[in-house]
């Protein structure tokens, strides 16, 4: 279950004089607080959405919104209102997320080169991703790498979503067939996608 929704908080008051009440009516002085709402999931604020603000007359502690306040009050109120400016914290949740997306997509792209380096100069323990039948994967890892071939020991075990490789990948699954081929082959595989990623 998501925990979400909307909150807000306490930003900024600020005293106004000479201003007269509606309800007592005094010519006295208000305070007028301003609160940032936001958009929030499981606490933490993820975008603010608008600010609003209230007025108390510090004479008969009588409350307004705005809609519910004279002229003047209004003219009063929106200065405040302006003047108070949306903490960043209200947008954190949108910075983490962003932060989150540019890092896997950073990550995404510097594996893709790293893969690039992989097959050209393989060495002993890469594991290489393959789809080992039509709906499952499983991994080879290599065994010896020598001036033109490559050895490898391949994965008892197999799963169907590429992305929980990681879960068979155990040292001791790697008890199946083992296979040697040409390294302009092992090359090849990857081309005709028989490999499909490689990780070190
Ligand atoms: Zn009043």
Request: glycine share 6%.
């Amino acid at each position: 279950m998501i925990f979400y929704g909307t909150k807000g908080s306490h930003l900024h008051s600020e005293r106004v004089s000479g201003i007269k009440c509606n309800h007592c009516e005094q010519q006295t002085s208000h305070t007028i607080s301003i609160f940032g709402k936001y958009f929030y999931i499981y606490w933490i604020p993820i975008f603010p959405i608008g600010k609003k603000g209230i007025s108390e007359c510090n004479h008969c502690k009588a409350t307004y919104e705005r809609k519910e306040m004279s002229e003047q009050l209004k003219l009063a109120h929106d200065n405040v209102k302006r003047q108070t400016k949306t903490p960043f914290t209200h947008w954190v949740g949108s910075l983490l997320i962003g932060g989150l997306i540019a890092f896997g997509i950073y990550a995404a792209n510097q594996h893709e080169k790293d893969v690039v380096n992989y097959i050209s100069a393989p060495q002993v323990d890469d594991v290489v991703e393959y789809k080992s039948s039509e709906s499952a994967y499983s991994t080879l890892k290599v065994t010896k790498v020598t001036n033109d071939s490559i050895f490898f020991v391949a994965n008892s075990m197999e799963i169907s979503r590429k992305s929980r490789i990681y879960k068979i990948d155990k040292d001791k699954n790697y008890n199946a067939e083992r296979y040697g081929i040409s390294l302009a082959d092992y090359k090849k595989a990857f081309d005709d996608n028989t490999f499909l990623d490689v990780d070190r």
